[in-house]
Antibody, heavy 118, light 106 residues
Framework: EVQVLESGGGLVQPGGSLRLSCVAS????????MNWVRQAPGKGLEWVSS????????YYADSVKGRFTISRDNFKNTVYLQMNSLRAEDTAVYYC???????????WGQGTLVTVSS | SYELTQPLSVSVALGQTARITCGGN??????VHWYQQKPGQAPVLVMY???NRPSGIPERFSGSNSGNTATLTISRAQGGDEADYYC?????????FGGGTKLTVL
């Protein structure tokens, strides 16, 4: 069964850092394009970042570029999102999702809540 | 950057047909995917590449894409269809979501 499980969320002060983890089962992260999508409270979905399955290229939304870094550990079958210089507007549930061959987000975790507040 | 526009809300009477639109510049040139999200849950894919249903999605769900508008149609709407619906496309290597539409079944 394909599953992704996010962790690492929590309360952090503005300007602080946090690292989210996404452990995959039922597939290998090195063979999948993995993405992070977030949802601020009461708001819509916002794509954050992706890491390519082919060459490991990374992509970011303009809102997080230069502050967030996506990476993966093939041995641990885990994808990470390192978030630095956090702002109040980064407060959201962060979902890890696998982009399938049809370029759809096929599998989603239940999300991890990040709250940026003093 | 590419933008997708959805109505904030759509209401439909029980058993009737709901149509949720997603507007974008020449959107017909893109593959549009649709996700359903119920409160407290992760999104679920309900339509891919404009008009294809994943396994497990009822035939009542259909999709189309023409000109500057893609449409998700839900026939014989049921209470269980109440949810937020998001359209999504790829713009080069970035994913773009519409703002979401809240579907209410009356």
């Amino acid at each position: 069964e394909v599953q992704v499980l996010e962790s690492g969320g929590g309360l952090v002060q503005p300007g602080g850092s946090l690292r989210l983890s996404c452990v995959a089962s039922g597939f290998t992260v090195r063979s999948s394009a993995m993405n992070w999508v977030r949802q601020a409270p009461g708001k819509g979905l916002e794509w954050v970042s992706s890491i390519s399955n082919s060459d490991g290229s990374t992509y970011y939304a303009d809102s997080v570029k230069g502050r967030f870094t996506i990476s993966r550990d093939n041995f641990k079958n885990t994808v990470y999102l390192q978030m630095n210089s956090l702002r109040a507007e980064d407060t959201a549930v962060y979902y890890c999702t696998e982009r399938g061959a049809g370029y759809t987000f096929d599998y989603w975790g239940q999300g991890t809540l990040v709250t940026v507040s003093s | 950057s590419y933008e997708l526009t959805q109505p904030l809300s759509v209401s439909v009477a029980l058993g009737q047909t709901a149509r949720i639109t997603c507007g974008g510049n020449n959107i017909r040139s893109k593959n549009v995917h649709w996700y359903q999200q119920k409160p407290g849950q992760a999104p679920v894919l309900v339509m891919y590449r404009d008009s294809n249903r994943p396994s497990g999605i009822p035939e009542r769900f259909s999709g189309s894409n023409s000109g500057n508008t893609a449409t998700l149609t839900i026939s014989r709407a049921q209470g269980g269809d109440e949810a937020d619906y998001y359209c999504q496309v790829w713009d080069t290597s970035t994913a773009v979501f519409g703002g979401g539409t809240k579907l209410t079944v009356l």
